[in-house]
């Protein structure tokens, strides 16, 4: 049983495109993260949501609480934005995480 | 101000030894969480820390434990390695303000137990 769903598990886009990344969890949560991955292990945290919506730079993030639902989205996508994307979720006193998206933007 | 240090970077054990790993969070920070990321599990929650006490603890067994110091560092130990213990081990402090919560990673160390 898995807590936190992430799709598409791999995305392959051309620089300039539009892309999103979905997470959907079961549990309740009083927190939902978005993390990044660079190849080498690097964790970026991107965003901490609990609801609503949070934009920074080219990087917008939704929460729908009632239909347990975040996406990721990146506008004008770039090569650099290539890595792996990491929906996490607080839960009571634990973490889930979802099992991450690949990311490769093509120039 | 400096980031997450972590330390050693890459570590080879045998199993059945034992291996404690180090996390030095960002100045100021007081809370520590560990996780552990394989390829097959993904990212899993260990522990999390919190002014020397133990806040939250994953689903792990009883051979993974840690401990916070007072200058807010903190420790992982691991006895009696398995080769399932192959793992990149990350710490992140976390800073909490106003409602916003960031989580600052440190570069993890990577464990291979032969």
């Known amino acids: 049983k898995n807590e936190v769903e992430q799709s598409p598990q791999n995305l392959t886009a051309q620089e300039g495109e539009f892309i999103t990344i979905n997470c959907s969890y079961s549990?309740?949560?009083?927190?939902l993260h978005w993390l990044q991955q660079h190849p080498g292990g690097g964790i970026v945290s991107l965003f901490m949501l609990s609801s609503g919506k949070k934009k920074h730079g080219r990087l917008i993030a939704t929460i729908n609480i009632q239909e347990k639902h975040s996406s990721l989205h990146i506008t004008a996508s770039h090569p650099r934005d290539s890595a792996v994307y990491i929906c996490a979720v607080r839960s009571g006193n634990q973490f889930y995480f979802g099992t991450g998206t690949s990311l490769t933007v093509i120039p | 101000k400096a980031g997450v240090t972590q330390t050693p970077r890459y570590l080879i054990k045998t199993r059945g030894q034992q291996v404690t790993l180090s996390c030095s969070p960002i100045s100021g920070h007081r809370s520590v969480s560990w996780y552990q990321q394989t390829p097959g599990q993904g990212l899993q929650f260990l522990f999390e820390?919190?002014?020397?006490?133990?806040?939250n603890k994953g689903n792990f067994p009883g051979r993974f434990s840690g401990r916070q110091f007072s200058n807010s560092r903190s420790e992982m130990n691991v006895s009696t390695l398995e080769l399932g213990d192959s793992a990149l081990y990350l710490c992140a402090s976390r800073q909490r303000t106003n409602h916003q919560e960031t989580q600052y990673f440190g570069p993890g160390t990577r464990l291979l137990v032969l």
């Open positions: 549990v309740g949560i009083s927190a």
């Open positions: 820390y919190f002014s020397e006490t133990q806040r």
